[in-house]
């Protein structure tokens, strides 16, 4: 929305310089403020409601599923699984997917939920455990701070972590 200083930010307060950005949609044109093919660090971004509308990328998806280390990512804006009313549907989309982690962004509230394997979504039981992430708002409003997400992998495993700007 608008927040290239924050963005910038953001990746200012990374101790060690990402390998990859993962975007969550609404301001894709901001990107560019962040230098990330100079700096040799990869971008996986999807478009969120206000992208769609007033900022058109037709290369960006709604949603993503990716592979990073052997951790199987399902990312997506939210708005069109309307996480809004609630993210369970968008949940056991991921899980259809086959994701190990959600992300999601839409609502501006930072959260992180762990989904046990055999906890059911949409009637059908998760055959592994889901973790269900969002990084919140590098623009903070609404009465949030703002905020940004951070994912560590390694050797398969990993590590999710909410920073504030």
Sequence with gaps: HGHTRNLRLALEKQLRRPDVVLFLGDGLRDLGC????????????????CDGYTFPE?????????TIGNVRICMMHGHTRHVKGGWLPAAAHAAREGADILLFGHTHEAMEERLPAGTVLGGIPLEKPLTVFNPGTVGGGWGKDASFGTLTIRNGSYLLGHGTL
């Design 58 to 66: 037709p290369d960006d998806p709604d949603e993503r599923v990716l």
């Design 34 to 49: 962040l230098g990330l093919t100079e700096k040799n660090i990869s971008l996986f971004a999807v478009k969120g409601n």
